[in-house]
């Protein structure tokens, strides 16, 4: 077999980043986060101070920086000019605004492109975002999307933010959540969807253990089975 490219789309804390690492780590295989190059970006922007409805600005900052995307130990690092910014991208402020940088037709272009890149010479390459089987990756090996109910969502979300000392309500985050999902869903370019042949995973009553063992199970069969 050649290159094998899993994708594995849905929406906020649907529980696919960290099956997707998991996976990634089951498979021997690299593992892109694609919301972090949108975060990457909208970071960049903010930083320069460019008006975020201006594309051609917002086209400049990623032809102007060097951005670099490695994965390491269960995490994927980011780059920008050499300098880590891993753990800037998640701040509330670029959360906020990384829907401008997903709304733009030639951003995203430029982006998929650089996910192909990623994915050029590697192996085995795990993708997760809202568009790797429907635009970035159409023939991919395998394609998932994932899902898990608004409550049940937020209240994961809510978790993670615990265990950072965050203190936001369940109905702050749900409602930062449901404005996420109508904004990826909606969007002309790269709208969060599954693609007509991904394997819809719910993964409401499931453990982070059982998801993953799950797609494993559908990787075995479709893709690693001996002829
Ligand atoms: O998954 P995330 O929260 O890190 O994504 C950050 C932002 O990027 C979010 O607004 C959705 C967007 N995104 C996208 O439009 N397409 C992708 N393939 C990945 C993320």
Request: aromatic share 4%; glycine share 6%.
């Amino acid at each position: 077999m050649g290159n094998l490219i899993i994708t594995i789309d849905g929406p906020a804390a649907s529980g696919k980043s960290t099956a997707a690492h998991l996976l990634a780590e089951r498979l021997s295989a690299s593992f892109l986060d694609t919301g972090a190059m949108y975060r990457a970006v909208t970071l960049a922007a903010i930083r320069a101070g460019v008006n975020m409805n201006n594309e051609e600005k917002l086209l400049g900052v990623l032809d102007n920086l060097e951005f670099q995307f490695a994965t390491q130990k269960r995490k994927m690092t980011v780059c920008i000019n050499g300098v880590d910014v891993t753990e800037q991208i998640r701040q509330p402020e670029v959360t906020a605004k990384a829907w401008y940088i997903a709304s733009s037709p030639k951003l995203r272009n430029r982006l998929v492109q650089m996910q192909r890149q990623f994915a050029a010479g590697k192996k085995r390459t795990i993708t997760e975002g809202r568009d790797q089987g429907t635009v970035a990756f159409p023939d991919a090996n395998i394609k998932f999307y994932l899902t898990a109910d608004a409550n049940e969502r937020a209240r994961r979300r809510q978790a993670e933010l615990r265990s950072k000392g965050g203190t936001e309500s369940l109905e702050k985050i749900q409602k930062a959540i449901d404005d996420r999902d109508k904004s990826d869903e909606s969007r002309s370019v790269g709208p969060l969807r599954p693609a007509s042949d991904a394997i819809v995973v719910d993964t409401t009553n499931l453990s982070i253990k059982e998801v993953v063992e799950k797609l494993l199970c559908y990787v075995k069969e479709k893709c690693l089975k001996k002829s």
